[in-house]
């Protein structure tokens, strides 16, 4: 009964190829989060949704496309893939958005462009 | 544009309390958050501090003050398991959730 899970764990691909990172909670959460961690381990917002609207979506180049069928799932799908898109991507949960309710992490995507 | 700044490394033995700042720079934020990371693993929530003041559970307590713009996580009865990174977070101002990370502090805790 994981609460926040990411498939795939890690996904090793060439340049210019299309992949789909897909990312489910079973917590009841309104709000989901898509975050890349860098090899520095700088963690940075990319989206967030709220009961299947976008309510963030920082500067990230237009190959990241979020989608959210219902308010459990959230995938992240990127488009031709750039040796600068390898990191770890963490999908994440909360129940409230804008109060300091903890956010819940999944396990994270290693994703490794070559 | 908000930005958050905390020590690279800290080092320390275990049984000690180690203390790990951060400060921060916003024109506008709900609260603190504190969260660890193991390596290969998934940031873990600590603790929240939306008033100034000290926040405690357990061997963790969090401590807040926006008048200094200044937080700290301060860890005690060190355990080997503590060593981890540990990552400060501004929650943004505006009904989305925002979470702005420190870059973290790694701790490595020394038998």
């Known amino acids: 009964d994981t609460a926040v899970s990411q498939t795939p764990k890690y996904l090793v691909t060439q340049m210019g190829n299309d992949k789909s990172i897909k990312c489910e909670q079973n917590?009841?959460?309104?709000?989901m989060y898509w975050y890349k961690q860098d090899s520095k381990k700088f963690l940075k917002i990319m989206f967030s949704?709220?009961?299947?609207?976008?309510?963030i979506n920082e500067t990230v180049p237009n190959r990241f496309s979020p989608k959210s069928p219902d308010k459990a799932h959230l995938n992240l799908h990127i488009n031709s893939l750039e040796l600068g898109d390898s990191a770890v991507y963490f999908c994440?949960?909360?129940?409230?958005?804008?109060?300091?309710?903890?956010?819940?992490f999944g396990p994270g995507t290693r994703l490794t462009v070559l | 544009g908000q930005s958050l700044e905390q020590p690279s490394e800290v080092t320390a033995v275990e049984g000690a309390i180690v203390q790990i700042n951060c400060t921060y720079q916003?024109?506008?934020?709900?609260?603190l958050s504190w969260y660890q990371q193991h390596d290969g693993g998934a940031p873990t929530f600590l603790s929240y501090?939306?008033?100034?003041g000290l926040e405690e559970t357990g061997r963790f307590s969090s401590f807040l003050s926006r008048s200094d713009s200044y937080g700290y996580l301060l860890l005690q009865e060190l355990q080997m398991k503590d060593s981890a990174s540990y990552f400060c977070?501004?929650?943004?101002?505006?009904?989305?959730?925002?979470?702005?990370f420190g870059q973290g502090t790694t701790l490595q805790v020394k038998p």
């Open positions: 994440a949960s909360t129940g409230t958005s804008g109060t300091g309710d903890e956010q819940f």
């Open positions: 917590l009841g959460h309104d709000t």
């Open positions: 949704y709220n009961n299947k609207e976008l309510i």
């Open positions: 916003t024109s506008g934020f709900y609260g």
């Open positions: 501090n939306a008033l100034d």
């Open positions: 977070a501004l929650h943004g101002s505006g009904n989305t959730g925002k979470l702005i």
